[in-house]
């Protein structure tokens, strides 16, 4: 949305709003969010021809999209970025996506488990563990496993499951039925080749048809589909680590890198551990809200969790195409009328040198 520029060409005003029009495919199961943020901002006074909203499934809408605009920005599955990242690599247009994650959470000794434990209800279960920054592995010191275990599993058997919108419901259902076979199987999976069920483990069609209780696992194998794959919903692996060392180690092995959490003694601890963490956005002493809120901050994925960030100047500029006018401002490259190319030549490189002591450059 380019203002109209004065006869000088100068823009009237570099505070004015400026940008490019944007057409939001919403997921196809919850799209009245984006609908309602629509009717909000032409109320507004946003000219509609600048922002629209197009439901539909991706198998459709989303070849259009590609087809006709000049930067995608995906957010969902990492098997669909690929492949949308596919179809703009082949038009050579601009590409960013937040894609999934199997996201780590830390805990070392010194920690106040109490403060943890609360925390790890929100951060694996928040939106019934369905938001790509939930964390689903919980690697914690051998010496305080125990205590956190029979703690985090005691609050989350308590967690108040329904349907209601007031505060007295902790998790509600998940998103539809397939979500609800991809999180059973994942759990019994695990069961079937060792894991132990320490809270919940079971679907709730006494609640509704979509209702899965929130679930701890421990003793998670390796072979296990949810040890490395991602859930995407109420369920969280905890794994006892020798120290620090096995944590960060156990933690970056994945090929995802969204986000992370890191619990420790301190806050300075924390944010050493935090800085040896292979994801975009690491959250001491939380789960992912810091990180999250802090929209000044660049946020986004490493690995197979993401291209580019949004947040922050990073976020906004990646939708721009640079542009540099050089305008020469005393001599050309052919250098002064009259002299001789010969000794223009040899002055050449000690003039350009020159030049970075003038004012302005």
């Not at 939930?134 to 609050?155: H, N």
């Given at each position: 949305m380019e203002l109209p520029d004065d006869p000088r060409g100068l823009r009237r005003d570099p505070r004015a709003a400026r940008g490019n029009a944007v057409v939001l495919k919403p997921d196809s199961q919850t799209p009245y969010c984006a609908l309602a943020v629509a009717d909000l901002l032409y109320e507004a006074g946003l000219p509609r021809d600048l922002f629209a909203v197009v439901p539909g499934p991706g198998s459709v809408v989303g070849t259009a999209l590609v087809e006709?605009?000049?930067?995608?920005?995906?957010?969902?599955?990492?098997?669909?970025?690929?492949?949308?990242?596919?179809?703009?690599?082949?038009?050579?247009?601009?590409?960013?996506?937040?894609?999934?994650?199997?996201?780590?959470?830390?805990?070392?000794?010194?920690?106040?488990?109490?403060?943890?434990?609360?925390?790890?209800?929100?951060?694996?279960?928040?939106?019934?563990?369905?938001?790509?920054?939930?964390?689903?592995?919980?690697?914690?010191?051998?010496?305080?496993?125990?205590?956190?275990?029979?703690?985090?599993?005691?609050?989350?058997?308590?967690?108040?499951?329904?349907?209601?919108?007031?505060?007295?419901?902790?998790?509600?259902?998940?998103?539809?039925?397939?979500?609800?076979?991809?999180?059973?199987?994942?759990?019994?999976?695990?069961?079937?080749?060792g894991a132990t069920v320490v809270a919940g483990g079971r679907p709730r069609p006494d609640l509704g048809p979509i209702f899965y209780e929130p679930t701890v696992l421990t003793g998670v194998p390796e072979d296990a589909e949810c040890y490395a794959d991602e859930t995407f919903g109420p369920v969280v692996s905890v794994y006892p680590v020798d120290d620090v060392e096995d944590a960060i180690r156990r933690a970056n092995d994945t090929e995802y890198g969204l986000n992370a959490s890191v619990w420790a003694r301190t806050k300075a601890e924390g944010e050493a551990i935090a800085a040896r963490i292979h994801a975009g956005t690491v959250n001491v002493d939380e789960g992912y809200a810091p990180a999250w809120g802090s929209t000044d901050a660049p946020m986004g994925g490493m690995g197979i969790s993401g291209v580019g960030r949004r947040h922050g100047p990073d976020g906004l500029l990646k939708y721009t195409e640079s542009q540099t006018i050089a305008t020469t401002r005393l001599l050309n490259l052919d250098g002064p009328r009259g002299l001789p190319k010969k000794a223009w030549a040899k002055m050449l490189a000690p003039f350009v040198a020159a030049m970075k002591w003038l004012p302005g450059r």
């Open positions: 006709n605009s000049d930067y995608l920005m995906f957010t969902g599955s990492s098997q669909t970025g690929r492949l949308l990242a596919e179809q703009a690599g082949r038009r050579l247009i601009g590409f960013s996506a937040e894609l999934g994650g199997k996201n780590p959470m830390i805990v070392t000794e010194g920690a106040d488990l109490r403060e943890v434990t609360e925390a790890a209800m929100r951060a694996c279960f928040s939106n019934s563990g369905q938001l790509c920054i939930s964390i689903e592995r919980i690697y914690v010191e051998k010496s305080i496993a125990p205590e956190f275990l029979r703690m985090f599993g005691d609050r989350v058997r308590k967690v108040a499951l329904g349907a209601s919108y007031d505060f007295g419901t902790e998790m509600g259902s998940l998103i539809n039925e397939n979500q609800v076979k991809t999180v059973s199987a994942h759990v019994d999976d695990a069961v079937a080749k």
